[in-house]
């Protein structure tokens, strides 16, 4: 995820998403009253933060399947054709169509088109450079820089379902999906890590 113009943020070149320090979460009206939370637990992403900023591009897939939510049948559920459907929508997408920068202090805005359920819509994320710091296991080898991002989606804008009508009103899951990123980018592919701790095959 690529800073604004001032002095912050990844320097130039290719970084990597680190899904075992990354929560890639969302919150959702469940049951018309209730809210629930889960996270997706694979995910890949490079990142190319170009000399200027602005000019960076993000491209991020996420394994559908992989959906949390704590709760082994409604994970079922939510996997099925009823909303996500990963048997035939097995990753979303989102590449970054675009950086702007905020007036947040270390905030920018990324652009970019997320592909979910097979439907392609533009969102904006609200993005925040936290820190930055060596890696845990391997500090003289990885280095790493942490960023925070919210967006919030409506799933009939990308044709997922809802479960139906409830006896007491409203909808099994309400359209407003809030998304909340809490992520992890380093200088190295993690992918022969991933593989060695048997998280990825």
Known sequence: MA????????????????????????????????RVQGTFGQAHGRIHVADDPTLSSVEVEIETASLNTGVNARDAHLRSADF???????????????????????SFRLHGDLELHGVVRPVTLSTEWVGEAPDYGDPEGTYGHFF???????????????????????????????IVLEVRIQDQDPDDFLRQIGHIS
């Open 3 to 34: 800073p604004t113009p001032a002095a912050f943020g990844p320097g130039a070149g290719t970084w990597y998403l680190d899904p075992l320090h990354s929560s890639l979460i969302f919150v959702a009206h469940y049951l018309r009253f209730g």
């Open 148 to 178: 925070s991002a919210t967006t919030r989606l409506s799933l009939s804008d990308f044709e997922v379902g809802d479960g139906g009508p409830l006896p007491w009103g409203g909808r099994m899951v309400g359209d407003n999906v809030d």
């Open 84 to 106: 996500l459907d990963v048997e035939n929508h097995p990753s979303l997408y989102f590449t970054s169509t675009g950086v702007e920068p905020d007036r947040r202090r270390n």
